[in-house]
């Protein structure tokens, strides 16, 4: 079994930054993949970036390539996401999200979830 705590969200204006948190707690973190998601009102929650088991590789949604940076810190059972060049359409709530399939870029494939920060960019 798996926790997971996101921390980081807040109020920033369109081309400011941001760095997330997700502490896991439990067995096995660097035995699953990782990743963040987003949930916007009105729409469906969708994939941001993930990482995978040694953190070598990492993937990304075409709408944030080169905005935002997913990694790890195994020391700490901690995964990030730093977000810059922020957007007003990136205003959502985030989850951080582990699982165990490789690229891990569907809902379906999540393990386990946080209970989500929510992230406002004013424009």
């Known amino acids: 079994?798996?926790?997971?705590?996101?921390?980081?969200?807040?109020?920033?204006?369109?081309?400011?930054?941001?760095?997330l948190s997700?502490?896991?707690?439990?067995?096995?973190?660097s035995n699953y993949?990782?990743?963040?998601?987003?949930?916007?009102?009105?729409?469906?929650r969708e994939f941001v970036a993930s990482i995978g088991w040694s953190g070598d590789t990492t993937y990304y949604a075409v709408f944030v390539k080169g905005r935002f940076t997913i990694s790890r810190d195994n020391a700490k059972n901690?995964?990030?996401l730093q977000m810059t060049s922020l957007k007003?359409?990136?205003?959502?709530?985030?989850y951080c999200a582990?699982?165990?399939?490789?690229?891990?870029?569907?809902?379906?494939?999540?393990?386990?979830?946080?209970?989500g920060t929510q992230v406002t960019v004013s424009s």
């Open 22 to 29: 997700c502490a896991a707690s439990g067995r096995g973190f």
């Open 1 to 19: 079994q798996v926790q997971l705590v996101e921390s980081g969200g807040g109020l920033v204006q369109a081309g400011g930054s941001l760095r």
């Open 33 to 44: 993949a990782k990743g963040w998601f987003r949930q916007a009102p009105g729409k469906e």
């Open 98 to 115: 582990f699982g165990s399939i490789v690229p891990m870029r569907g809902v379906d494939v999540v393990a386990y979830w946080g209970q």
């Open 78 to 80: 901690t995964v990030y």
């Open 88 to 94: 007003p359409e990136d205003t959502a709530v985030y």
